[in-house]
């Protein structure tokens, strides 16, 4: 059988392998790798309603990575999804009526990045042994506050590789800059950037495209690579937990197979939603999937009505994960949605970087019916976290309020009460502040670490140890740059 191969979003010709997808990250127009098709489910729901999260990991990166051999991809699999996950279920899915939320944080560091990049390590170094790369793979980074911790925590001392994440540095919550400016292992690097999550992505999509500066990179024995969605062996794996999710439904017997469910996911970069949007294809029955906003509504907007305008007042919300307003994940769905056409897209994203917007036509937008879209105002998010609470005595982080906020939203509005999977993307522990203002109103005057003990105490959840391992933990990165600095940066930690 020949490999399912991958093309740049922006040019015809580059058309490479899986690995070598996952070694490049980005095409070197800016295009992002896009599979020439979609394959299906290679077995029925009722197969995947009897597998456990690695053997269902294992079936569906398999499609999609066909030039790794069945062993690679196994090794990969055990290696990432163990005993780092605090829950032997890898994935829990927990009901409250008519919602199933899909907790995609027990992995190490607590956030849903964690399912895709404890095992891109895995893939990429799998991948630079087949290209017969030799050269340290040096992974640049940019980061709304989840992505920079999980990639840090996947990459630290992998042989033959680097680390080097930017964050905003006023724009992430003080968990999240905790975990990262603590960060072990000699091949690490954390830079706080004066600037918010767009111009820190901005920046390393620059440093991704100049070829002077590969140049350097290369003549000192270097390659870079990215850790960020826009890299498709952090979009494969992504897909699994949608599938696994249905089938999960299916084994409690919660639908029958085949009865469609609605889906819906606190977006940022729309990684997350596209990947249950190939999920859908791949033949998942998802009828609805359900973007979710917060106050960035951007996509809302966008959903709404073809327009994509980025031109706006950048708000900080308690969902700081989700404060984005250049959506790189949204280019690959544009890529699909016209036609395939490189040339196309390629001229919407030249739009978007000249004006700051694009517009779709009618044609594109009726192949956008999947969707819904709907964004929370943060104090329906807090709300929200509040409600659930007091009905169900569970808790909801602010990334998955603003989910859950707007899956009722989309029900009062509709009257569709079919099943609703929510990406549940981070731990409550992660925001506590936030959650615990929600719960009390209090605005408090105690650290992080008691409020997590309070937090624990009123709702009988654990404190996680990624949090209680954070108290006095040293401080090893102490760097910030202005945003024009960030190449600048680059060299001074590879040295050259
Ligand atoms: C990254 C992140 C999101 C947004 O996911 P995208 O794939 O960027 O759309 C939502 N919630 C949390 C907690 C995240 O870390």
């Known amino acids: 059988m020949s490999d399912l191969m991958y093309r740049s979003t922006r040019r015809a010709d580059d058309v490479v392998t899986a690995s070598r997808a996952v070694l490049n990250g980005l095409s070197a127009d800016g295009g992002l790798y896009v599979p020439e098709s979609i394959p299906q489910l290679p077995r029925t729901m009722g197969e995947f309603a009897k597998m456990d999260y690695r053997e269902t990991a294992f079936e569906i990166l398999k499609c999609f990575l066909t030039d790794y051999t069945d062993e690679e991809l196994?090794?990969?699999?055990?290696?990432?999804?163990d005993a780092k996950f605090d829950d032997e279920r890898i994935v829990p899915v927990t009901g409250t009526g008519d919602d199933y939320y899909l907790e995609l944080y027990h992995g190490p560091t607590i956030a849903f990045?964690?399912?895709?990049?404890?095992?891109?390590?895995?893939l990429m170094t799998i991948a630079a042994k087949k290209q017969g790369i030799d050269r340290e793979i040096v992974i640049l980074t940019a980061t709304s506050g989840d992505t920079g911790k999980a990639a840090l925590a996947g990459f630290a001392d992998v042989p033959g590789t680097k680390i080097i994440v930017f964050y905003p540095k006023d724009g992430v919550s003080p968990i999240q800059k905790l975990q990262m400016v603590t960060q072990k292992g000699a091949n690490t690097c954390v830079i706080g950037v004066d600037g918010n999550f767009d111009d820190c992505q901005t920046g390393v999509k620059k440093m991704f495209t100049d070829a002077a500066m590969k140049e350097e990179l290369a003549a000192a024995g270097c390659m870079f690579s990215s850790a960020n969605s826009i890299n498709i062996g952090r979009l494969v794996p992504q897909v699994v937990y949608y599938v696994y999710a249905y089938a999960r439904l299916l084994s409690r017997g919660v639908i029958e197979e085949g009865e469609p469910i609605n889906v819906t996911v606190p977006t940022g970069n729309f990684g997350n939603i596209l990947a249950a949007y190939i999920a859908k294809k791949m033949g998942t029955p998802i009828d609805r999937l359900i973007c979710a906003s917060n106050e960035n509504r951007v996509l809302t907007d966008f959903f709404e009505s073809g327009v994509y305008d980025r031109n706006r007042e950048f708000i900080l919300t308690s969902s700081p994960s989700m404060d984005i307003l250049i959506s790189s994940n949204l280019e690959r769905l544009i890529y699909w949605i016209c036609g395939s056409s490189p040339e196309r897209c390629m001229a919407l994203m030249k739009e978007l970087s000249?004006?700051?917007?694009y517009t779709i036509t009618d044609e594109m937008r009726a192949q956008l019916k999947d969707f819904e879209a709907g964004s929370a105002a943060e104090a329906d998010v807090f709300k929200q976290i509040r409600t659930v609470f007091g009905m169900w005595?569970?808790?909801?982080?602010?990334?998955?309020a603003v989910a859950s906020r707007v899956t009722d939203a989309y029900r009062d509005a509709t009257g569709d009460m079919k099943p609703c999977v929510i990406a549940s993307t981070a731990s409550p522990y992660k925001f506590t502040r936030n959650v615990m203002y929600a719960l009390t109103e209090a605005g408090g005057d105690e650290d992080d670490f008691d409020l997590a003990n309070e937090m624990s105490r009123i709702s009988g959840v654990p404190v996680p140890k990624a949090v209680t391992e954070l108290r006095g933990a040293e401080i090893r990165h102490k760097s910030t740059c202005a945003v024009d600095e960030m190449p600048a940066k680059v060299r001074e930690f590879l040295g050259i």
């Open 354 to 357: 000249e004006t700051g917007k």
């Open 113 to 122: 990045k964690d399912m895709a990049l404890s095992i891109l390590p895995y």
């Open 393 to 400: 005595e569970y808790l909801l982080d602010p990334h998955t």
């Open 74 to 81: 196994r090794h990969c699999v055990e290696g990432a999804y």
